[in-house]
């Protein structure tokens, strides 16, 4: 009983107008563009032609006895509840009924009662309008009313009805509109669950790119770490006879070195999985690249290596993430540019490592494969940690250029001691 007061009661002369059809449905959409805007007005020309129609019926049936202008009236009458569904819907139908049961008490009760042709029409209407626009049980409620009206006022009145063809037609008409509501609030939960499935995938795709840069964190600032407690602690030994001074502050450098290894890997150890491994063979750095260029050359990638500068060695965290963005560069380049070719420039300045990969469009006969963006938020993601500068786009040729600064600060020379 609350879903009854709630759904046909609460509120029930509200305003609530009709909204405007959309425009970008599949049959809209193959009208003519000029006429186009005005199909999204489709469900007022329905509405307002339905009640014509309810209008005409009523004059074309001498139902009511009188002059035509009197059948005129009585059918604008009953049309009314019809147009009152573009703005109260649930008062509309209250207001069909009452309006029906007027028109019954002036109607001639040897025809159909107490529902006469045009009344019987508009009831109808009303009820899809209505079902139309709220929930399912709302249309259950109203049928189950139109019903229990249909059999209390013949009784009330010692006429017959003519209730079975109401209930049938009726059920008939709420039972379509309300599997059509059910399958559109149906695609809407799914094009919901689609896009926060989407959302899902890409913070998960997030993380595991920031979980993966952590344990490459984890690995070369512990394996730092580790060389420095090492060598703090055989540093003393080297020196034959080392002031008390300086084997304290060796024991010192050693103790913060172990402290911070212990803190490191409690803090970044959490983002190893249960069954992750550390891998045997070392990170990659800028010196495999020529094995990185002949797997995707094999690949069928057409690459070219340029590399200006000095080479030099550089910071394990800096060449690791260069080889990791110009490996994720040149996959982007598979993927999205087959049969295009690419070329990969590494720059070896002043003040740090400038990386630039470019491609061609795509050639041939070979389709693209699509993807969903999460190569460029990992580099970029590598290139923030680092605090450098990427910008990636598409170039004026048609193709795709990603361009990579990762600062590098210069190790202080050590001094040499007076001879």
């Given at each position: 009983m609350r879903s009854l007061r709630d759904d046909l009661f609460t509120d029930a002369f509200a305003y609530r107008p009709l909204a405007l059809m959309r425009t970008d449905g599949p049959v809209v959409r193959r009208l003519p563009r000029g006429i186009r805007p005005q199909a999204a007005y489709l469900p007022y020309a329905v509405v307002v032609f339905t009640a014509f129609c309810v209008t005409m019926l009523a004059s074309a049936n001498n139902l009511y006895g009188g002059p035509p202008l009197q059948f005129l009236v009585l059918g604008l009458l009953a049309a009314g509840p019809v147009l009152m569904t573009l703005v109260r819907p649930v008062g509309a139908y209250w207001t069909m009924l009452a309006m029906t049961t007027a028109l019954a008490v002036l109607s001639d009760r040897t025809m159909t009662w107490p529902w006469s042709p045009s009344t019987f029409l508009a009831t109808l209407a009303v009820m899809t309008f209505v079902a139309m626009r709220v929930r399912p049980r709302a249309a259950a409620w109203m049928w189950g009313i139109t019903l229990l009206y249909g059999t209390v006022l013949p009784i009330l009145v010692g006429d017959g009805g003519n209730l079975g063809p109401m209930a049938f037609f009726s059920a008939v008409a709420l039972l379509v509109v309300t599997v059509r509501n059910t399958r559109k609030e149906a695609r809407r939960e799914v094009i919901a669950q689609q896009e926060v499935t989407a959302v899902e995938r890409d913070r998960r795709t997030l993380l595991e790119e920031r979980t993966t840069i952590a344990r490459e964190l984890h690995d070369v600032v512990a394996h730092?770490?580790?060389?420095?407690?090492?060598?703090?602690?055989?540093?003393?030994?080297?020196?034959?006879?080392?002031?008390?001074?300086?084997?304290?502050?060796?024991?010192?450098?050693?103790?913060?070195?172990?402290?911070?290894?212990?803190?490191?890997?409690?803090?970044?150890?959490?983002?190893?999985?249960?069954?992750?491994?550390?891998?045997?063979?070392?990170?990659?750095?800028?010196?495999?690249?020529?094995?990185?260029?002949?797997?995707?050359?094999?690949?069928?990638?057409?690459?070219?290596?340029?590399?200006?500068?000095?080479?030099?060695?550089?910071?394990?965290?800096?060449?690791?993430?260069?080889?990791?963005?110009?490996?994720?560069?040149?996959?982007?380049?598979?993927?999205?540019?087959?049969?295009?070719?690419?070329?990969?420039?590494?720059?070896?300045?002043?003040?740090?490592?400038?990386?630039?990969?470019?491609?061609?469009?795509?050639?041939?006969?070979?389709?693209?494969?699509?993807?969903?963006?999460?190569?460029?938020?990992?580099?970029?993601?590598?290139?923030?940690?680092?605090?450098g500068e990427m910008t990636a786009g598409e170039t004026a040729s048609g193709g795709y250029e990603v361009a990579v600064f990762i600062p590098v600060r210069r190790r202080p020379e050590p001094e040499e001691e007076p001879a």
């Open positions: 730092h770490m580790s060389v420095v407690a090492i060598q703090a602690e055989a540093a003393p030994y080297r020196v034959k006879n080392p002031p008390p001074e300086l084997e304290a502050a060796f024991v010192t450098i050693r103790e913060n070195a172990v402290a911070a290894l212990t803190e490191l890997r409690r803090v970044l150890g959490v983002v190893r999985s249960a069954d992750y491994e550390a891998p045997d063979a070392p990170q990659p750095t800028l010196a495999s690249l020529d094995g990185l260029l002949a797997n995707v050359r094999e690949a069928g990638l057409s690459v070219d290596k340029t590399v200006t500068g000095a080479v030099r060695e550089l910071p394990q965290g800096v060449e690791l993430s260069a080889y990791r963005i110009i490996q994720e560069a040149l996959s982007n380049s598979l993927r999205h540019a087959p049969g295009a070719p690419a070329g990969v420039e590494v720059s070896y300045v002043l003040g740090g490592l400038g990386v630039r990969v470019v491609n061609g469009p795509a050639v041939g006969d070979v389709a693209p494969s699509p993807g969903a963006g999460h190569g460029i938020t990992g580099m970029r993601e590598r290139v923030a940690m680092l605090e």
